[in-house]
């Protein structure tokens, strides 16, 4: 359907308005507007057919008086008995209260007699005129008393002379008034029920609602308990039991996920501390055993190129040196990434100073680190939280940011420690990477997240395309308890 | 409180609204203000001076207008001058009038005549024949159903007189209950004045009235016209004739225009619009006559007056 945009505008603005309203307000608007339309209506309706009826009647009844004056003034003013006319006159207008005026007019036109008395208006006897052979004519005549119905009617064919009468509106207005008045009082009447009973029923309407919001408010918070009562058994009552129903589903739901949240919490708490203590154990092992016999074949072939004259198995000594050499110090790396002993013997601070410089030299950055935490050490679990976050952080600096300039921050602040990784990368959209636009960029962020939330801390990422990357680490220092520790356990061994 | 603001704006402009439709409007021929007054012009005296007709109250002032109106015409075409016709009440009134000159002719019943003349000399002018004759009598009608034959038939019950001076309908009856040894009043059981002859037959004939005596002129008249009143009611008594009702002039009336009148209705049956004019009033034609045609008259009303 075409609407034209006029209308369409003003359609809009009264939506603007009426939508903008409580349902309280449409409701007693509604009822208000109607029940004023209705009486409106009727009183108009009602007036206008009183005002069409009492004219006719009116017009009618100045006839009659007219014609009766008529008829009994003939012989009186063909007697000349002034007297009487003036009688008959004022009894005519006694008897009736709508007449306003009565006069008699002589063949020549002359006033006889009025009810006006000494003085005569001006310009009544010339305003209906009537030819001497017609039964009436009756005009409408506006006055400053109000309008009046004016009828002449020849005596005798006109010979003996004219009888005017004029019936004024007096009664007609106020029959007017009255009805008017009864109309608009009843439609005051209906309007104050209309708005008694709009008000209930908004009550009615609106109390389970805004009970429903304010219970799904309730439920947005994470209160499952919430139930709204069924008040009716209409469409809001069903939508009360829906509401309970899917609240309930929600808490089951709910229950459900926390308890897997609880699981995968605790499987992700164990891979990583099984992974960490693997990883203690291969690099110890590394640094205790591989070494040791690495140092030992180093030591041999030492001996073996030191003590044989030969100067091929020298050389091959050497060279077979220099590659367990290499090895062992391969191993040391090994170890070193897949635990750093400097943490658990150093703590954290030792620990990444090492990290940073080891990067420097292999991916030839500059890595500004600072580090401004009070305490010597950290509880191991957020130690070793921290230099994993970081470690992985530095990682993909190296893999993907081709950065300059990496600036490591970490400080305490009250009872939070807070770690602030930014680089002069390329940067990336952060959007695309949690749409899972790169599975690998998207599972190394979620790593993040995950160690940090287990400690119950979060990890925000700035980043834009072609102006580096920001990462926040916020991680809450965990009072030192016997239970929690033990709990963690995993870095010391 | 915005709510209550909106209510309120919309409650006022509802009682706007039909305030608004509460001035009447209809269809004006005009404007009058009705308080815009002035005093009531008093009658300017035109310069042509009316001639002034009286009528006396035969028959009602309406019948006589429709009747006289066609002579009065003539009259006027004749003299070239405006003729107003007067009427009053009573024949007495007529009398007064002529006596004080405020009307020049006057057509007047016979018992009215004979006071007149004998009071400031009433002066004949002419006088109507009717079916040839210048005589007319006194009726006794009485309504057609009614069982009475004769005057004393009717003692007790309701009769209708005409003026209070009229021969036929006052005098002559009158006579007649005096000769009963009686007085109206007594014989009669009620009696009323109807002032005109019509109205007196309109009585018998709708049994208002159980008897009246009206002119047999009228009453002849009136049977030419509307036949139901012959059978309405019935005459059961007729009286001896007397002197018609004559035309009669103020005496101090101008000879040169009494003479110019006299012609005019002596010459009234001669012209086709005259013819039609003296139809209107039952009449033939206009005569001379004496004062001695009412001797008769005279001397009735006189046996009345030995009587009281």
Known sequence: ?493 | MKKWTGLSVAWVLFWFLTACSSALSLPAASYVDLDQRVPLPTPVNSAVVPLRVAVAAVISPQGTVESYGRLLEALQTRLNRPVELVQRRTYLEINDLLEQGQVDVAFVCTSAYIAGHDKFGMELLVAPQVKGETVYYSLLLVPDESTANDIADLRGKVFAFTDPISLSGRMYPTYLVKQQGSSPEDFFGRIFFTYSHDQAILAVANKVADGAAVDSLVYEFFLARDATIGEKTRVIHRSPPFGIPPVVVNPALRPQLKLELQNFFLSLHQDPQGQAALQAIGVDRFIPIEDSAYQSVRDLLSDLQATR
Not at chain 1, 55 to 83: K, M, P, Y
Not at chain 1, 206 to 214: G, N, Y
Not at chain 1, 225 to 241: S, Y
């Open chain 1, 1 to 493: 359907m075409q609407i034209h945009p006029s209308l369409r505008n003003l359609l809009q603005r009264f939506w603007d308005i009426a939508g903008g309203v409580s349902v309280r307000s449409k409701i007693l608007g509604i009822v208000l507007g109607l029940v004023l339309l209705l009486g409106l209506g009727i009183t108009v309706q009602v007036r206008q057919a009183l005002t069409q009826t009492m004219a006719a009647q009116l017009a009618e009844q100045s006839v009659s008086v007219a014609r009766d004056l008529a008829a009994r003034s003939t012989d009186l003013i063909l007697l000349n008995d002034l007297f009487a006319l003036h009688r008959l006159l004022q009894e005519t207008k006694a008897n009736n209260q709508n007449v306003a005026y009565a006069f008699l007019l002589d063949s020549q036109g002359h006033v006889l007699a009025s009810t006006f008395g000494e003085t005569f208006p001006v310009d009544l006897i010339t305003a209906n005129p009537i030819e001497p052979t017609a039964h009436h004519r009756t005009l409408i005549f506006a006055t400053n008393q109000g309008y009046v119905w004016d009828t002449a009617v020849p005596i005798l064919e006109g010979q003996v002379g004219v009888a005017r009468v004029g019936l004024s509106d007096t009664s007609l207005r106020a029959t007017l008034t009255t009805i008017t008045n009864q109309l608009l009082l009843t439609t005051a009447l209906v309007s104050l029920i209309g708005v008694t009973a709009a008000t209930f029923l908004t009550w009615i309407l609106t109390r389970p609602i805004l009970d429903l919001a304010q219970a799904a408010q309730a439920v947005a918070r994470g209160d499952f308990t919430q139930r709204v009562k069924r008040w009716a058994n209409d469409e809001i009552g069903e939508l009360a039991t829906a509401f309970n129903q899917m609240v309930g589903e929600l808490a089951k739901a709910d229950e459900i996920r926390r308890e897997r949240e609880i699981l995968r919490r605790q499987l992700l708490e164990k891979v990583i501390v099984t992974q960490e203590e693997e990883r203690k154990r291969i690099a110890r092992e590394l640094h205790d055993s591989t070494s040791q016999t690495l140092t030992s074949l180093i030591m041999g072939l030492k001996v073996m190129e030191s003590s044989c004259s030969d100067l091929n198995i020298q050389l091959q000594a050497h060279d077979l040196r220099q590659i367990a050499a290499q090895t062992l110090e391969e191993v040391h790396d090994l170890a070193m990434q897949l635990r750093p002993r400097l943490l658990d013997d150093l703590g954290l601070r030792a620990a990444l100073e090492r990290l940073v410089k080891e990067w420097q030299m292999r991916h030839r950055l500059s890595i500004d680190l600072m580090y401004h935490v009070p305490h010597e050490r950290l509880p191991d679990v957020v130690e070793t939280a921290l230099y994993r976050i970081i470690q992985e952080a530095l990682t993909n600096v190296a893999r993907h940011a081709q950065a300059r300039n990496v600036s490591v921050l970490i400080e305490q602040r009250g009872e939070e420690l807070v770690a602030v990784v930014e680089d002069d990368g390329v940067g990336f959209d952060i959007s695309r990477i949690e749409m899972g636009d790169s599975a690998q960029a998207h599972l190394g962020l979620a790593g993040m997240q995950e160690r940090a939330a287990l400690l119950g801390g979060t990890i925000t990422f700035e980043s834009e395309i072609g102006r580096g990357t920001s990462i926040y680490i916020q991680l809450p220092i965990p009072k030192a308890e016997e239970n929690e520790v033990e709990n963690y356990d995993f870095a010391r061994g």
